[in-house]
């Protein structure tokens, strides 16, 4: 499954600047963990940083000048770094497998002389094969929705730039190019990013869009609002009765006061999901639950995805959870996340229980420095926790007690 190694957001917010993990010019860095875990103070940017990933899945589905506005964003003007003119850039360095050439994704984003968002320019790089130094080739280049693309898988690698190059022009310049591009057979590499990109999960999870009442009808994956619950565990009954049954129960075993799990369709084919607490006969449906029982309950769940999306970012896990099953849950995360072909996760927490799983490599602290903007920095670039977390003590007690703070 397909990995992201380092990413670079510029004139984001708050994120004027901020690299996590490596990119193509700067290999001397480690590349993101398959769980990176993101902390800080109020204010730092660590809802700026989950902002700007769904930014740019946003940017893919509905076009740069919808995603300016999407989410409450309040568009282009109030999403370039304050002081700065624009415009607004992303890298993204990923691998779509382990023995795979690393891709390089650059996007940067304008406006137009009629003062709308638009594509200023997106390249795609990657080395041809048996280079390892030098800047990766472009096998995508647009400039103001006008460029050059190379197809085929192979087309770059004889050497000759001018073999398989296509000249291209968009349309649309608020549509990314790869948008487009990605839906044509002749360009492989395109699709595969494109559809890494379009897989991207983001939970905006809220407890309270569970407690309706959904129309009866399984669902294969949790959606971002997580209010389809009922309807994934109704798909995972039908399909897999075996698994289902072993999942519920090991669900059951680590939500407190749960015995087991179940769903009930009414008379008028809406769907219940019931909980049976083992102190009472009867079972609470989910709108009688705690909100902390039914957040668990959809992380849990999701986990258990028999396709998961390739990239998830959870915003503040911990909010309506008991502290002590927090660990256990980044747990849970870090396993899922490492599991072999697993998916790759970004989380960002105020919880030091939460951080207590993780090792100093996963977790990145957000600060902000002198001019209001904010720094990135790894725990393990710090000595003094590396050696501290090596003596048996725990990240998370590290950080409450300020050690993971800039020098």
């Known amino acids: 499954m397909a990995r992201i190694e380092g990413i670079r957001i510029q004139n984001f ?67 370039v770094s304050r002081g700065s003119s624009g415009p607004i850039r992303f890298e993204v360095y990923y691998r779509e497998g382990p023995q795979e050439r690393p891709i390089s994704y650059e996007l940067s984003i304008g406006l137009d002389r009629s003062s709308r968002p638009y594509v200023e320019a997106e390249v795609l790089r990657q080395r041809r094969k048996g280079e390892s130094h030098g800047r990766p080739f472009a096998f995508l280049r647009l400039d103001r929705g006008k460029g050059t693309v190379w197809s085929g898988s192979e087309a770059v690698e004889s050497g000759t730039e001018d073999a398989g190059s296509q000249p291209v022009e968009l349309t649309d310049p608020r549509q990314l190019g790869i948008a487009t591009l990605g839906t044509l057979r002749e360009h492989p590499r395109i699709t595969r990013f494109r559809d890494f990109l379009k897989g991207w999960y983001l939970s905006y999870f809220a407890a309270g869009s569970v407690r309706h009442l959904a129309p009866s009808g399984p669902q294969l994956h949790l959606n971002v609002h997580g209010d389809n619950m009922a ?75 028999p396709s998961p999306p390739p990239f998830i970012c959870i915003e503040e896990p911990e909010n309506g959870l008991y502290h002590k099953l927090l660990a256990a849950l980044g747990g849970e995360f870090r396993e899922f996340a490492v599991r072999h072909g697993g998916p790759q996760m970004l989380v960002t927490t105020h919880q030091p229980h939460f951080v ?43 950080w409450f007690s300020e050690y993971l703070e800039p020098m």
């Open 231 to 305: 309807n994934v565990v109704q798909f995972m009954e039908r399909e897999y009765p075996g698994r289902f049954r072993q999942i519920l129960a090991l669900i059951a075993t680590k939500i407190p006061g749960v015995e087991r799990i179940e769903t009930k369709v009414t008379d008028d084919k809406r769907i219940l999901l019931r909980f049976n607490d083992g102190s009472y006969q009867d079972p609470f449906v989910a709108q009688q639950m705690s909100d902390g029982t039914l957040k668990m309950f959809a992380y849990l769940l999701m986990l258990e995805d």
């Open 356 to 398: 207590n799983a993780l090792s100093p490599g996963e977790v990145w602290l957000l600060h902000k420095g002198d001019d209001g903007f904010a720094r990135a920095l790894r725990a393990s670039d710090l000595p003094l926790v590396r050696n501290l977390v090596a003596e048996g003590l725990e990240l998370g007690g590290l």
């Open 13 to 79: 917010r708050v994120l004027r600047d901020v690299t996590l993990g490596k990119l193509s010019h700067e290999q001397g860095a480690e590349p993101l963990t398959p769980l990176t875990v993101v902390i800080g103070r109020n204010g730092c940017g660590k809802t700026t940083l989950f902002d700007a990933f769904g930014f740019l899945s946003d940017c893919l589905n509905s076009g740069v000048e919808a995603a300016c506005d999407m989410q409450q964003r309040g568009g282009f003007d109030r999403l």
